[in-house]
């Protein structure tokens, strides 16, 4: 399998390259207002308003860090969510020193032994000579609250209380 890798603060981690559309360079977003703080904001890409989504932030709650080698990796929405047509909607996601390209036997990569609810995307691990390589689950990614928030069907207004949610999770459990 052909795997596009970056860091998540010192992390490696990568998507297949199936699930990559395409990866472009780092742009200025125009925020949201009020957005979860992982979201950066939108932008347009090839005439569509995508949103974007910093990976360091969802994974470490830390900002990324703007450098040379920082990207915007494309993903299809109709990866995350099969109801949606191929080519449609696109999400950024934006990535610290996305490099590589590296091909790698599927037998090496293995159940990394956890389940962790808050980050289900998190996928199988390969040791590699640069440390370990997590895959994300781009089909994980995006739960179906926040989904409904950043791809909202055509006339769903996204409701306060939804980005309070999202914002908030803790203050809204047991309502």
């Known amino acids: 399998m052909l795997v596009l890798t970056f860091m998540v ?39 569509r308003i995508s949103p ?16 040379m080698s920082s990207r915007i990796i494309m993903i299809d ?5 099969e ?11 934006r990535a610290e ?6 091909k790698l036997s599927d037998d090496l990569f293995e159940s990394p032994g956890v389940d962790i609810p808050d980050a289900p995307w998190l996928g199988r691990v390969a040791k590699m000579e640069r440390g370990m390589l997590q895959l994300i689950n781009p ?3 995006l739960d179906e609250d926040l989904q409904r928030i950043l791809f909202p069907e055509d006339g769903h207004q996204v409701t306060e209380r939804e980005v ?7 203050k809204n459990m047991g309502d």
């Open 9 to 47: 603060g010192e992390f490696l981690y990568g998507f297949e390259a199936v699930n990559v559309a395409e990866v472009v360079p780092p742009v200025n977003c125009k925020p949201l207002p009020k957005a979860p703080g992982f979201v950066s904001g939108v932008f347009n890409y090839r005439g």
């Open 52 to 67: 974007v989504i910093d990976l360091p932030r969802l994974a470490l709650d830390k900002p990324s860090v703007s450098m």
């Open 77 to 81: 929405i109709a990866d995350i969510n």
């Open 83 to 93: 109801e949606c047509e191929r080519g449609s909607r696109y999400l950024g996601l």
């Open 97 to 102: 020193k996305v490099t590589d390209m590296v």
């Open 139 to 141: 089909a994980k990614l």
């Open 164 to 170: 309070e949610e999202l914002h908030y999770p803790e």
